[in-house]
């Protein structure tokens, strides 16, 4: 059961990924990247500003040493230089005094020169370090500059592709093919337009057609009269003078 609302819950986290990928502006996620990656820059740049930090640390302790170890040399030096005088003047006891005095100096030289030695050693781990962090700084500046020029180029083929969606919408509004919607588009108000003035045409030449026999009805009409009456006057010719004629 354990088994079965595990795999539920990763079903589910996986959809909803999938869901916000699709729906997510891809401008935001990324700005969101590139954050991502500055965040982690940064944070390298300050761990490799430590390790080098702990580098000319250890050069200023190094530098104290050296000096320290410097001063207990001269001083066992100065001692024993006193002790062959003193004993040259004749005066053992001063000589011994000397003598126990840089012996004194030549413990804490030896000390100190351990110490030295030891600073030498963690100061050479020191500089290996640095010089493997400064590379890592450098390493990921030139990838955040890669970062920030591939920004730039998909921010810009992104508004490409936005600029191509709105023109194929504005082609396909246009075409007699779009999806009907609340605006006609031309074809459509164009057959209507069409439709509308073949049928004005078609009512003129119907009526037109019917004047048209009216007026053929109205001569013929006018024909007929003016004959008859031709016919009239005819007869009246005939009748009146064909007597007298004859």
């Known amino acids: 059961m354990a088994n079965v609302v595990r795999k539920i819950a990763r079903y589910l986290s996986a959809s909803a990924n999938r869901k916000f990928d699709e729906r997510a502006d891809p401008r935001v996620q990324i700005d969101q990247a590139i954050e991502e990656a500055r965040r982690q820059h940064e944070a390298l740049v300050q761990q490799a ?6 580098q000319r640390q250890l050069e200023m302790r190094l530098a104290r ?27 053992p006891v001063s000589a011994a005094r000397y003598e126990e ?14 110490s030295l030695e030891d600073l030498k050693n963690l100061h050479r781990q020191a500089a290996a370090s640095a010089a493997q962090a400064r590379t890592a700084v450098e390493d990921n500046t030139t ?27 504005a082609m396909e509004g246009m075409s007699s093919l779009a999806p009907v919607t609340d605006t006609p588009s031309l074809a ?3 057959d209507k337009v069409e439709h509308r003035y073949a049928v004005a045409l078609g009512r003129h030449e119907l009526a037109s057609q019917g004047m048209e026999e009216r007026m053929v009805e109205v001569r013929r009409a006018t024909m007929d009269a ?4 031709r016919l009239a006057e005819l007869r009246g010719d005939l009748g009146g003078g064909g007597g007298p004629g004859t």
Not at 102 to 114: G, I, K, N, P, R
Not at 226 to 229: D, G
């Open 49 to 54: 500003a430590l390790v080098v930090g702990n």
């Open 65 to 91: 040493q050296a000096e320290e170890v410097g001063g207990l040399t001269e001083s066992a030096r100065s001692s024993l230089l006193l002790a062959d005088n003193a004993r040259a003047s004749g005066d």
């Open 101 to 114: 005095t840089a012996q004194a100096f030549a413990s804490q030289l030896v000390s100190a020169e351990t």
């Open 143 to 169: 990838r955040m500059q890669r970062h920030l020029a591939e920004r730039a180029r998909l921010l810009t083929q992104i508004e490409h592709a936005a600029m191509q969606e709105r023109m194929t919408q």
């Open 188 to 190: 459509e108000i164009r």
């Open 226 to 229: 003016r004959a008859l009456s």
